[in-house]
């Protein structure tokens, strides 16, 4: 016999047996299923969460008060970490290489207008916010720039709270109260939507001036600057550390790249999606489990058909092929199926559930249906062999 006629004789027997064949497959065609279903919503959430990290830009570095790192100072050093201040900010503005700097101070408070009142993130910053984050008003202006050291009471609006306040109506100039102050309605940002939870489109962004003493705060939260694409951001790093170091004495600040932030969060995502992967491959055991069991109990229900095929001259190569290839075919068809199923409901739900992220992982699709083959041929190997060392006469007598 040739490798087609074994491979024929092969399908012949799982036809032969369609209940068996199927409920043999069942445990690979879910667990395959499994396996992609879950992948692709951890793939998909992958992408979100970069897509989320990305959309303000690569080219960022962020500057937090206060040394992430153990280092070895004393206690009365470090007692001594001065704040970042509205004055570093501009000092970081004239390095070489930054184009442009955002101070940055968060918190909530209180915002009324005449009629309508609640509670709100309240964002203070700069005039570069739509350069370094890439967000853009869709009416009126941004804040104004120049103003650090004495800024006006301005405020720009989110496009939620803009139409929660004033619904249909224009609030450009408009007066809102912020805490005990009164600013004026200067812009409407764009649409931009959650990231990460946190609601960018219900917001109000005020100088960052203002929101340090709006919130009774010395230091500022954060400096976000833009470096430009033709400047090594190894070099950015050293002119930062080594300006901030002058101003405040000591190394009591953290500096974090976006590259930096996006590598971190991708091998995260990476070990997520690793782990729904191997919940999923939990079901594959199962599945080899019941191709082991079929596939012995199947040598016990054949000896006769074993003991007919040594006895017409079938040498034992044969016949552990014969069973190993119906392992074989048994994993590599309940295998294509899952990976049918699997592509079938990722696309469906996708279709049902827009809101849901998912998004086929292909490297897993793959790595997937090549175990369900592995698992037939580790399946199929012990009742293979032990269907081989059958003697024809015992085989035939056990009819």
């Known amino acids: 016999m040739n490798f087609f006629d074994i491979l024929l004789l092969s399908f012949r027997t799982i036809t032969a047996y369609k209940l068996r064949s199927a409920l043999t497959s069942l445990g690979l065609i879910i667990g395959i299923a499994a396996v992609i279903i879950l992948t692709s919503l951890g793939r998909g959430l992958h992408s979100l969460v970069i897509a989320e990290f990305t959309q303000f830009g690569t080219n960022i570095i962020g500057i937090h008060p206060g040394k992430k790192s153990t280092f070895g100072l004393s206690g009365a050093t470090i007692s001594t970490v001065r704040p970042l201040s509205m004055t570093d900010a501009a000092s970081l503005g004239k390095l070489g290489g930054i184009l442009a700097v955002v101070p940055v101070v968060q918190g909530n408070a209180r915002v009324e207008t005449d009629t309508k009142q609640r509670r709100t993130n309240v964002i203070g910053a700069g005039a570069a916010v739509p350069q370094v984050w890439q967000i853009r008003t869709q009416l009126g202006q941004f804040l ?16 939620k709270l803009a139409s929660e306040l004033f619904g249909q109506t224009s609030p450009l100039g408009k007066r809102i109260r912020i805490g005990t102050d009164r600013y004026r309605v200067l812009g409407v940002m764009e649409k931009k939507g959650q990231m990460l939870g946190y609601d960018m489109d219900d917001s109000v962004y005020i100088p960052a001036a203002k929101a340090l003493a709006l919130f009774d705060r010395e230091s500022l939260m954060e400096i976000d600057l833009l470096y430009g694409n033709n400047v090594s951001v190894a070099s950015v790093l050293k002119s930062i550390k080594q300006l901030l170091m002058a101003r405040h004495g000591l190394e009591d600040f953290t500096l974090i790249t976006q590259n930096q932030m996006l590598a971190s969060m991708d091998s995260i ?60 075919s048994l994993s590599a068809v309940g295998g294509l199926i899952g990976v049918l199923a699997g592509i079938g409901i990722v696309g469906l739900t996708s279709k049902l559930v827009p809101a849901l992220p998912t998004e086929l992982a292909w490297s897993y699709i793959t790595a997937a249906f090549i175990l369900s083959l592995l698992i037939g041929i580790i399946s199929g190997v012990i009742p293979a062999i032990r269907a081989s060392r059958l003697e024809p006469l015992q085989a035939l007598h056990s009819e």
Do not use: Q, W
């Not at 040598?299 to 003991?307: H, K």
């Open 144 to 159: 104004p720039s120049g103003e650090d050291a004495h800024p006006r009471a301005f405020a720009v609006l989110g496009d």
């Open 269 to 328: 995502l990476n070990i997520l999606t690793m782990a729904v992967a191997a919940l999923g491959g939990i079901s594959l055991l199962v599945g080899s489990v019941g191709i082991i069991t079929i596939m012995t109990i199947a040598v016990s229900e054949r000896v006769s058909e074993i003991g007919l095929l040594r006895a017409i001259g079938a040498e034992r190569s044969i016949i552990f092929k014969l069973f190993l290839f119906e392992a074989l």
